[in-house]
């Protein structure tokens, strides 16, 4: 009877021991990510350019947000897929991975994610569709949707309390394209940006030298060749630019999940300021007002689309002289705005 009893215990010792031993390993698993809908999270809102052109886009607020306060404002660019008129899909892939993280820097930011119109493009590149690595952006508009995005990125910028020393844009595939173009058409607008597995016009790189860029792209990447990404980073290290090429040997097209986890990626981001780009002179070279232009149509004379002149890549000199009229004209006119202000004074 005894022996009984002891091996009864036994067998009841193992089955404790077991499930403790279990439980334990149970909870040292990795938890899964508690799904974020982020939709509850951005705020829903339309705009109407001053040319008649609407842009559906959501925008998100830090929890804490206080008007007296300063914050960051990132401008987030969506893909191909994404494109439409729900207000929704844009949030789907690519900018909602930091929110994942609850600790995420983003969380302190204001975040605007505009949706492009689901028979338009930020960057019109149908006629270069099977040549991403040699898109020449003379020979194509500003598309509406694009320019209507930035007027309501600085309509965004003036009505809240943003850092206007700190505001930035990054955009995946078909965003990443839109990235750049921005970048090349307004090249005061961003403090710094981060274009994933786009594409660029590598003959503007002398325009965007001196803006901190961090590029990434997929080397395997079969729907958009990385050739149109590493064109503009060789340009660009040929004359100093401020650039970061991070590429993904394995990777595909699909980057931006992998990319936007990383821990790194935001506070380099956010440590970028204009003023450390113009240490002595940030007043004077903040963006100008910007007169108003006529509508992109695609028609247009594409001598005229891009004033900057043709850099020739072959001397330092060359470069230096063409380094940015965008940035010297948008000088002159901030000083004489700010002059005629002191007259009236």
């Known amino acids: 009877m005894?022996?009984?009893?002891?091996?009864?215990?036994?067998?009841?010792?193992?089955?404790t021991t077991s499930?403790?031993?279990?439980?334990?390993?149970?909870?040292?698993?990795p938890k899964t990510e508690e799904p974020i809908n982020m939709t509850e999270l951005f705020e829903a809102k339309s705009f109407t350019s001053s040319k008649g052109t609407k842009i559906n886009y959501r925008i998100f607020f830090p929890k804490d947000y206080n008007p007296q306060k300063k914050y960051p404002l990132i401008l987030f660019l969506h893909g191909l897929g994404q494109r439409g008129s729900d207000n929704s899909s844009q949030l789907n892939l690519g900018i909602c991975e930091p929110f994942k993280n609850p600790n995420s820097e983003i969380y302190q930011c204001i975040v605007v994610a505009p949706q492009c119109p689901g028979d338009a493009l930020w960057v019109d590149t149908k006629q270069m569709w099977d040549v991403y690595c040699d898109y020449d952006s003379t020979k194509v508009a500003e598309t509406a949707p694009l320019a209507a995005m930035v007027e309501l990125f600085r309509k965004t910028r003036d009505e809240n309390a943003v850092d206007e020393n700190r505001v930035y844009v990054t955009g995946i595939s078909m965003g990443g394209f839109g990235t750049w173009d921005l970048l090349v058409?307004?090249?005061?607008?961003f403090t710094a940006a981060m274009p994933l597995c786009g594409g660029a016009d590598y003959r503007k790189a002398s325009v965007v030298k001196d803006i901190p860029i961090w590029t990434?792209?997929?080397?395997k990447d079969a729907v958009v060749p990385c050739r149109g990404t590493e064109k503009m980073v060789a340009e660009l290290e040929k004359i100093g630019g401020n650039i970061t090429y991070?590429?993904?040997p394995e990777h595909g097209h699909n980057i931006w999940e992998d990319i936007y986890k990383r821990d790194d990626i935001f506070p380099w981001l956010l440590s970028q300021k204009f003023s450390d780009r113009f240490p002595d002179q940030y007043e004077e070279y903040k963006e100008p007002e910007k007169e108003t232009e006529k509508e992109p149509t695609g028609q247009?004379?594409?001598?005229?689309l891009v004033p900057e002149p043709e850099i020739k890549k072959s001397s330092c000199q060359s470069t230096a002289e063409g380094i940015a009229p965008a940035i010297l004209t948008a000088s002159a006119a901030a000083l004489a705005l700010r002059k005629k202000k002191k007259e009236k004074e």
Not at 185 to 189: A, E, I, K, N
Not at 300 to 304: A, C, L, R, S, T
Request: proline share 7%; hydrophobic share 45%.
């Open 2 to 15: 005894k022996r009984l009893i002891a091996i009864f215990l036994f067998l009841v010792l193992c089955i």
């Open 300 to 304: 247009e004379d594409p001598q005229n």
């Open 216 to 219: 990434f792209h997929g080397q």
């Open 246 to 248: 991070t590429p993904y």
């Open 185 to 189: 058409r307004h090249p005061l607008l």
């Open 19 to 29: 499930s403790v031993l279990a439980s334990a390993e149970t909870d040292d698993q």
